[in-house]
């Protein structure tokens, strides 16, 4: 080969290097312009793909939410709205045939006590009243006889004290028999009897029935417990920390036994002190009309706040990934291909209360609620497209 054909050579070979770099080098810009890549916070989506998601926004909205206190507790009634009943000077049962659960009213007899006290007292009585008889009438005639100097003032003082010892007497037996449930006014000689009624101090229903025929019962022991469950009342925990967020008049939303139904109540009285374990104690009166609920059940409440005007959006714009509650925002439209796409940006947000279908949420700071642009439906489907790059993303 001569030295003319070997530049010749040398010259085409280099002439087919060059353009086949040149070739290589666009094919790779060309790869590296298809292949753009986004920032890890957008999604890009083209038109049919959105009008598929059913992609919707709209600007995130201030919105009045009353915010709740959730708190348990249990059903109960007034004290004057809940008897226990015992016989004061006891005695054996004789009759009683009401059971748990049976409606009473104020003045029933709910059971028939026999004591040969009773006969005692009824007679003693009857005694120091015939003797307060006498006595008071010996006293108007000494009285009458002192002043015409024929007695002494000391028989009358004698008589006078005598006089006011019966009255005593009589006064403390009256109550006695008071206390017995037997009127004095009524008492004579004729109608003594050795067993008195135990008859209900309020209406009500019968909670609980401790006695039976023949059965000795003490001044002590509880026999009936009547309660009386026309007006409830609730009886709520809370921990002190949450003092300062209850106040009177403030409406509670309560329910039980996991029922859906929803009772009503206003808080009535608030505790004025601290239990050891660092609770306190709130009392609201039921006010809507609750035919299954009873004292002592137990009971799940809200405690409404005060309304507050806060940022929110429809719970479908808030979503949820890798522990953290994220929304997708209008970024730009763009062409690639002369194919409009759509850019989204996801923006971490700090949840708060649902209320209503909306969800309040604290948005970072610098983000323009008048501007931008939120995506209040389709932002699962964002979120999908987000983590299944190339199902719905391009």
């Known amino acids: 080969m001569t030295t003319k054909n070997l530049r010749i050579s040398l010259i085409v070979l280099f002439v087919t290097v060059a353009l086949y770099s040149c070739n290589i080098a666009g094919k790779q810009s060309a790869e590296a312009k298809e292949m753009e890549v986004l920032p890890d916070n957008i999604v890009e989506l083209r038109d049919d793909q959105i009008r598929l998601a059913d992609i919707q926004t709209a600007p995130v909205e201030m919105r009045s939410v009353s915010t709740t206190l959730k708190v348990n507790g249990i059903i109960t009634v007034a004290p004057q709205n809940n008897a226990t009943v015992c016989m004061p000077l006891g005695g054996f049962i004789k009759s009683a045939d009401l059971l748990p659960g049976n409606s009473v009213r104020k003045g029933q007899t709910l059971a028939v006590i026999e004591n040969q006290e009773f006969v005692d007292i009824q007679q003693n009585y009857l005694e120091a009243r015939n003797k307060l008889g006498y006595a008071e009438a010996e006293l108007k005639r000494h009285t009458d006889l002192y002043k015409d100097d024929v007695y002494s003032e000391k028989n009358v003082q004698q008589v006078t004290v005598e006089y006011k010892n019966l009255k005593a007497m009589v006064k403390s037996l009256e109550q006695k028999l008071f206390l017995i449930g037997i009127n004095p006014a009524q008492l004579t000689e ?6 008195v009624n135990l008859v209900s101090p309020i209406n009500g229903f019968l909670k609980s029935v401790n006695v039976n025929i023949g059965k000795y019962v003490s001044s002590t022991d509880v026999l009936f417990e009547v309660i009386n469950s026309d ?119 700090k949840r708060g209360v649902s209320f209503s279908g909306y969800t309040h949420i604290l948005l970072p700071d610098g983000f323009d609620i008048n501007s931008e642009r939120v995506v209040t439906k389709g932002a699962y489907n964002l979120l999908s497209a987000k983590k299944n790059a190339g199902e719905m993303a391009c």
């Open 190 to 195: 004729d109608n003594i009897s050795n067993t």
């Open 231 to 349: 007006k409830l009342f609730l009886e709520l925990t809370l921990f002190e920390k949450d003092a300062d967020k209850v106040s009177t008049g403030q409406k509670v939303k309560f329910f039980i036994n996991n029922e859906t139904e929803v009772h009503e109540a206003i808080i009535s009285q608030t505790g004025k002190s601290v239990s050891d374990d660092k609770t306190f104690r709130v009392y609201g009166t039921v006010i809507s009309p609750c035919k299954n609920v009873l004292p002592g059940m137990y009971v799940n409440a809200q405690i409404e706040e005060s309304e507050l005007n806060v940022t929110a959006l429809p719970d479908a714009a808030v979503v949820s990934f890798d522990d953290k509650d994220y929304i997708f925002v209008f970024e730009k439209e763009k062409e690639e291909e002369g194919k409009p796409f759509t850019e989204y940006r996801m923006v971490e947000v």
